[in-house]
């Protein structure tokens, strides 16, 4: 079969590989398309520990059921599926508690498993969604990146209802998080970002408010948009020294700053200041099962599509994919692969 091999930093080749073999509880999916996700780009770059090369990436994909386990029983060949690529262990103190998404022994598609920039892929049964056949592989394969901003968003918003919302990156993660929070009624929603062309597609695809962080006065433009009221919640999708230093700057006494973006890791914090204003600081880590649930769910009822912010390039073209997202060179803000 047709892969995609990570083989060491900046170099992505095509293999032809030997056709996954399944264990007796999982299924053997041919795949239709696959998400390129901002970890892996780090993955690429060789910055991430977990990922080791040789390896096959891809975790947001969706496909077709084409061989069955001895011992499954609720799926037959044919299904039209994505899949939850976060493999829980199921009896550890997190799993116990339902934050399966903190498992003590977790596992993760395409990390610490054979992924889905391949033809083929082998999964666990218990992983699989089945979707309908009206739902484009496309969009399907959104459900993991909006399942993590659905978990981020509601969180945020639980505290914080009919908020003003400034959200930080104007990736894929950003622009999702945006979506969920109109959805969950969000009163404004503020995109900010240092790319002219990738907010120009984020407003064109809904996201009213948008802001250069890199030529424009960031609050001055948000006393414009929002007024006294201020903002509510952010949602730092970017995770940087000047993200999270901003954000303890604008966000308003008793707000919420969500951290999901995993930029750099120690960041100096005004403690006394966050005590001061009883700001909430919270973070965000993947989905549980029920998120990745709801957010298939979304994705069905037509709430959300990567039509219009988003493009599609062969599995062939996966070098280049990765070099241009590197180099800045890609407007949009997610790029698809495509095996059909």
């Known amino acids: 079969m047709k892969t995609l091999v990570w083989t060491g930093p900046n170099t992505m080749k095509v293999e032809e590989t030997e056709r996954p073999s399944i264990q007796t509880d999982e299924v053997l999916i041919q795949v239709e398309a696959v998400g ?33 386990g001895e011992e499954v029983e609720t799926l037959t060949a044919g299904r039209k599926v994505t899949v939850n690529p976060l493999i829980n262990c199921g009896v550890c103190d997190r799993c116990r508690k339902g934050t399966e998404n903190l498992c003590d022994n977790r596992q993760i598609i395409g990390i610490n498993r054979s992924g889905a920039f391949a033809e083929y892929v082998a999964v666990p049964a218990s992983a699989v969604h089945v979707i309908s056949e009206t739902l484009d592989p496309f969009t399907a394969s959104l459900a993991e990146p909006l399942a993590c901003c659905l978990r981020a968003a509601r969180r945020a918003m639980a505290i914080q209802p009919f908020a003003n919302v400034l959200i930080y990156g104007a990736g894929t993660i950003g622009l ?19 790319n002219d062309e990738r907010l120009k597609t984020v407003q064109g695809s809904g996201i009213d408010y948008v802001i250069n962080s890199k030529t424009e006065d960031v609050e001055g433009k948000l006393k414009k948009i929002v007024g006294e009221k201020g903002i509510d919640i952010i949602i730092d999708a970017a995770g940087f020294l000047p993200t999270r230093t901003q954000a303890m700057q604008l966000v308003n006494s008793g ?4 951290n999901v973006g995993l930029g750099i890791d120690e960041t100096p914090i005004p403690v006394n200041q966050q005590i001061r204003s009883e700001t909430t600081l919270l973070g965000s880590f993947c989905y549980t099962k029920q998120d990745f649930y709801d957010a298939v769910q979304l994705l069905e009822e037509g709430k959300i599509s990567h039509e219009g912010w988003s493009e599609v390039r062969p599995l062939e073209e996966g ?3 990765f070099t241009d997202l590197v180099n ?3 407007i949009n803000s997610k790029i698809f692969l495509s095996l059909k």
């Open 36 to 68: 390129i996700c901002g970890s892996e780009i780090e993955g690429f770059l060789g910055h991430n520990s977990l990922r080791i090369p040789p390896l096959v990436m891809g975790h947001e994909f969706c496909g077709r059921v084409v061989e069955v």
């Open 176 to 194: 999702l998080s945006g979506f969920v929070s109109q959805i969950l009624g969000a009163n404004k929603v503020i995109m900010v970002d240092i």
């Open 255 to 258: 707000g919420v700053i969500m």
């Open 319 to 321: 070098q280049e994919a």
């Open 328 to 330: 800045g060179e890609v």
